[in-house]
């Protein structure tokens, strides 16, 4: 039973269209993430929610909106895609604030390439 | 810039050896310092975790050793095993950052048999 599940786990599209990525978590988590990794396995920030409020919001372009339903399901819609946008992007939950537990629970990541 | 500084970028070493990945932070605010392992196609998972107030930390053949003064902490993975090949990121956050990880670059490991 997978705990954080993204879909799709492969994008592939051409520069100017807009896709989305969604994910969910059935850990009962409060707080989910996504992070980005680049072509050089580099893993960075991009937002974290808590309980669907946007917490973390990391100087990413506005064409990456994020949007939480509810604390389950985190998605990201990306506008106008660029090919810098080509990476894999992961999705991750952690129980609360990292003090307590500690621990970021990763998707299995969604790779998209834009041509 | 990158906040926390890792190496090698690589390394091979042979089974029954020992793997050592090194990281180095500047901001003495960050108070919490987790390992993670990554497979091909797979998400990152947690290994080990150090907090400051301890120099060393061992789970079975993985072994943390924090350096406060020098802002330096390590990653031995003792007796390493084919099934250890990964890439290893080193990581470090404060506690009220709601999850905001900095990682090191990622230090991709092979095991020879």
């Known amino acids: 039973d997978t705990a954080v599940s993204q879909t799709p786990k492969y994008l592939v599209t051409q520069m100017g269209n807009d896709k989305s990525i969604k994910c969910e978590q059935n850990?009962?988590?409060?707080?989910m993430y996504w992070y980005k990794q680049d072509s050089k396995k580099f893993l960075k920030i991009m937002f974290s929610y808590n309980n669907k409020e946007l917490i973390i919001n990391e100087t990413v372009p506005n064409r990456f909106s994020p949007k939480s339903p509810d604390k389950a399901h985190l998605n990201l819609h990306i506008n106008s895609l660029e090919l810098g946008d080509s990476a894999v992007y992961f999705c991750?939950?952690?129980?609360?604030?990292?003090?307590?537990?500690?621990?970021?629970?990763f998707g299995e990541g969604s790779r998209l390439t834009v041509l | 810039q990158q906040q926390v500084k890792q190496s090698p970028q690589s390394l091979i070493v042979q089974k029954g050896g020992i793997s050592i990945i090194n990281c180095a932070y500047e901001n003495t605010a960050f108070d919490y310092f987790p390992w993670y392992q990554q497979f091909p196609g797979k998400g990152p998972a947690l290994l080990i975790a150090?907090?400051?107030?301890?120099s060393e930390k061992k789970e079975g053949r993985f072994t943390i050793s924090f350096n406060k003064s020098a802002k330096q902490f390590s990653l031995h993975i003792m007796d390493s095993q084919p099934g250890d090949s990964a890439t290893y990121f080193c990581a470090a956050t404060e506690t009220d950052s709601w999850g905001k990880l900095q990682f090191g670059a990622g230090t991709q490991v092979v095991v020879t048999p």
């Open positions: 991750a939950s952690s129980q609360d604030r990292i003090r307590y537990t500690g621990e970021l629970f």
């Open positions: 150090i907090r400051p107030d301890v």
């Open positions: 850990l009962g988590h409060d707080t």
